[in-house]
């Protein structure tokens, strides 16, 4: 079975300062992918960032990166010079065979 | 704006009714999927369709039922709604080969 963790219900980041969410997970399967969504109070999702887990590099989409650490099954999201606007929900999710897998998700609260 | 539209964004019904909850993909998408989220929770998985057919099935209870139509539409049948129902449903969709979903804003029902 497929599993994601998200041991972290709630975190603060001052502005201007980094912040990491954590996000283990377990999978059986060789190919799969690894994703972080952004809900924000409007409670639309929004893709942030993708990692494909045969790619050793991090991937990184302007101040969002994540460390990816395969064999311990760990996947951060790390976010650079916060902003008020990355007040969020954060989700991570685990893409196998047709399914998508969604941890239970990290409150993140920026403070000004 | 995704792209993924859902119809209706409110709806509120009383317990024991049936509700039908509609999805238009992105242009080109094949892949329909539909979560719930209940009140400050993650993301459960319900069904994926693609290009008509039942592809992947998750945590969905036997009230629910879905289709997908020749135009790509999708649509989610609530039935025998109970209270325990009441929650966000998302929608989303992706392109065939690709494992991005991007989700639609999501239909609210709340269960009376």
């Known amino acids: 079975a497929q599993t994601v963790t998200q041991s972290q219900p709630e975190m603060s980041v001052q502005e201007a300062e980094t912040v990491t969410l954590s996000c283990t997970y377990d999978t059986s399967e060789s190919d799969y992918y690894l994703f972080w969504y952004k809900q924000p109070p409007s409670r639309q999702m929004i893709l942030v960032i993708r990692?494909?887990?045969?790619?050793?590099q991090n991937a990184t989409e302007n101040r969002f990166s994540v460390n990816f650490q395969k064999a311990a099954k760990s996947f951060s999201l790390k976010i650079s010079d916060s902003q008020l606007g990355d007040a969020a929900m954060y989700f991570c999710a685990l893409a196998g065979t047709y399914k998508y897998i969604f941890g239970t998700g990290t409150r993140l609260k920026v403070l000004a | 704006d995704s792209g993924v539209t859902q119809t209706p964004k409110h709806l509120i019904t009383a317990t024991g009714q049936r509700v039908t909850l509609r999805c238009s993909p992105r242009?080109?998408?094949?892949?329909v999927y539909w979560y719930q989220q209940s009140l400050d929770q993650g993301l459960q998985f319900l069904i994926q369709?693609?290009?008509?057919?039942?592809?992947a099935k998750g945590n969905i209870l036997e009230r629910f039922s879905a289709q997908q139509f020749p135009d790509l539409h999708s649509e989610l049948n609530l039935s025998s709604l109970e209270l325990g129902d009441s929650a966000l449903y998302f929608c989303?969709?992706?392109?065939?080969?690709?494992?991005?979903?991007?989700f639609g804003p999501g239909t609210r029902l709340t269960v009376t």
């Open positions: 242009s080109g998408d094949l892949s």
């Open positions: 989303a969709s992706s392109q065939p080969g690709v494992v991005e979903q991007y």
């Open positions: 990692q494909e887990a045969y790619k050793q």
């Open positions: 369709y693609y290009n008509g057919e039942e592809r």
